[in-house]
């Protein structure tokens, strides 16, 4: 299926929202002007002629990086992974506000599916649509945790800084 793109400038890096026109199927940050596999990239301004649900996305975007926003309300796809993995993440996007942390372990629990922490772990890194499903709320019981959302080489750099944002950065952490 064919999809859309726009980008959107923001304090941890540009990145790209992609649409199916039913759904947001993937937030990722972009490291070159161009489309990814079978996108087309418009300029964010065009979207709302193109693609209601990528104009949404894209406000909504603008919105939670302008500080106007806190959490999402948009219809998205996670493509191809699990139940459990859509479960995990469903949960995550459901239960889990700004201005808020939970740890893997947490997280394993309250999505009931009866995995270890480690696992949310796993799943954390294949979320096709971070910040919007926001997995750097996920840390670990003793630290920051992992973060593969960013610009290459600076992926923890950018989880701690969303969650200096959203003041949710855990008080051991600093």
Not at 35 to 56: G, K, Q, Y
Not at 135 to 140: D, E, I
């Amino acid at each position: 299926m064919a999809t859309i793109s726009a980008s959107v400038d923001t304090f941890v890096g540009p990145i790209t929202v992609t649409s199916d026109s039913r759904s947001i199927v993937r937030l990722e940050w972009s490291t070159s002007p161009e489309a990814t596999d079978d996108s087309v990239l418009i300029p964010a301004e065009e979207a709302a002629a193109s693609d209601p649900i990528l104009a949404e996305a894209v406000a909504q975007l603008r919105a939670y990086f302008d500080g106007r926003l806190g959490d999402f309300d948009l219809p998205v796809d996670f493509g191809q992974v699990s139940n459990v993995a859509r479960a995990v993440l469903t949960t995550l996007a459901e239960k889990v506000p700004a201005g808020t942390t939970v740890t893997y372990g947490q997280l394993a629990e309250a999505s009931g599916t009866g995995i270890p922490a480690r696992a949310v772990g796993g799943i954390m890194g294949l979320n096709p649509i971070p910040i919007i499903v926001p997995c750097h709320r996920v840390v670990a019981g003793d630290g920051l945790g992992g973060y593969s959302g960013g610009l290459p080489g600076h992926e923890l750099e950018t989880k701690r800084r969303l969650l200096e944002f959203e003041d949710a950065l855990p008080q051991p952490l600093f």
